[in-house]
């Protein structure tokens, strides 16, 4: 069965440092990734996509993904956190028919 | 350009009453979809248009879920006799096309049902 899983619920990072949330995933053909960001009364906005070619992939905001097919991973990854960057963060993987089954989702909180 | 427009923001109901949430599409998006939000099951896939073909209603979670897409745009998602279960946001979105062609969904932000 498709599946994606986020095996950590709550990431407490302090300003500046940087931050890798994890995101595995189950599925029988090749995989096309997403990463999403919620903020709080805010709707989910897409950070980055993974369809084929290069495995590590940039998104909006700084942040960047690499999709490793051996340990059906796809983290996202920032090298500096902003305060402005605590939300819930989503991973999904789009099913054939274009449906996308998250995760349970990730909260960040930033430390000043 | 106008993004997913979702109405009411917020809808408070009693338990067996009925409740239609609408959604209004990206212009041009031939794909909608629509998603549940809830505490405790994170977020759900319920029903998928894409054109004129058949729905995917595969996630829709009882027969009291219902939901139609009139002339390819606005989508109703219809709800009978509620139960508190069905206290979530639903959230709709839509793309360019469907299927694996990989295209980016734009989410509307949402309603908020509360089934008292």
């Known amino acids: 069965a498709q599946s994606v899983t986020q095996p950590d619920i709550h990431i407490t990072v302090s300003e500046g440092a940087s931050l890798e949330l994890r995101c595995n995933y189950s599925y029988g053909a090749t995989p096309y990734l997403f990463w999403y960001v919620q903020s709080p009364g805010q709707g989910l906005q897409l950070l980055l996509k993974?369809?084929?070619?290069?495995?590590l992939v940039q998104g909006i905001k700084g942040f960047e993904a690499e999709f490793k097919r051996s340990q059906s991973s796809f983290n996202l990854r920032k090298p500096s956190v902003h305060w402005s960057d605590a939300a819930e963060y989503f991973c999904a993987v789009g099913a054939n028919t274009g449906k996308l089954i998250f995760g349970q989702g990730t909260t960040l909180q930033v430390k000043p | 350009g106008a993004g997913v427009s979702q109405s009411p923001s917020n809808k408070v109901t009693e338990k067996g009453k009925d409740v239609e949430l609408r959604c209004d599409p990206i212009s041009g998006h031939t794909a909608l979809y629509w998603y549940r939000q809830s505490l405790g099951q994170g977020l759900e896939f319920l029903i998928y248009?894409?054109?004129?073909?058949?729905?995917?209603k595969s996630g829709l979670p009882s027969d009291r879920f219902s939901a139609e897409r009139t002339g390819g745009s606005v989508s109703t998602l219809t709800i009978q006799r509620t139960q508190q279960e069905d206290s979530a946001v639903y959230l709709c979105?839509?793309?360019?096309?469907?299927?694996?062609?990989?295209?980016?969904?734009?989410f509307g932000p949402g309603t908020r049902l509360t089934v008292t």
């Open positions: 993974y369809f084929s070619g290069d495995t």
């Open positions: 979105a839509s793309s360019l096309g469907g299927g694996r062609g990989g295209y980016e969904q734009y």
């Open positions: 248009f894409q054109g004129n073909s058949a729905p995917d």
